[in-house]
């Protein structure tokens, strides 16, 4: 399995693994996969052209045989003061691939993107249904720092929200 930044030509494969992602695990992401389907090849292309050429923001993906299989992004705040914290966003391991270790290599990933970056440290948001995910992110040393009710609505059921960071050893 490879392990790389997300590059100008991957319009197609991430386009196939975000859908993938919200066909498989709909109440782990806040985007509908309406609104993901509706953005033309040439949208998908910008995605990857700007996360493949922009320091403070990426997209990671792992791929197998030519398969995109996980993937997770980083994305850094526009206002300079919350400039110190990337946010990670669309964290998702293919079912096949689940306990695999690509979870873990992914996340790995990300802290080394954000330690380049001279973040503090690295933010995300997982539903707490997802015990999984929960542990999953726990073994990687993020830990909880919030949680917030009803953070997502779907077909009339909510979805609570664990907000857990991971904090860079001080220099």
Not at 64 to 79: A, E, K, N, P, T
Not at 113 to 130: A, D, F, I, P, R
């Amino acid at each position: 399995m490879e392990l790389r930044r997300i590059t100008p030509t991957d319009g197609p494969a991430l386009k196939a693994i975000r859908l993938q992602s919200l066909a498989t695990d709909n109440a782990a992401f806040a985007i509908h996969r309406d609104q993901l389907a509706a953005l033309s090849d040439a949208d998908w292309t910008d995605v990857c052209r700007i996360n493949a050429h922009d320091d403070a923001n990426t997209i990671l993906v792992a791929v197998l045989d030519g398969i995109f299989v996980g993937m997770v992004g980083c994305r850094q705040d526009i206002s300079p003061k919350l400039q110190h914290c990337g946010m990670v966003w669309g964290m998702y391991v293919a079912p096949p691939q689940r306990g695999s270790g690509v979870g873990r290599r992914l996340l790995a990933a990300v802290r080394e993107h954000g330690m380049g970056q001279s973040y503090t440290m690295l933010k995300l948001s997982v539903t707490n249904h997802s015990a999984a995910a929960l542990a999953l992110y726990s073994r990687a040393g993020f830990t909880a720092y919030a949680n917030e009710p009803a953070l997502l609505c779907i077909d009339g059921i909510t979805y609570d929200a664990c907000h857990m960071m991971y904090t860079y050893p001080r220099k």
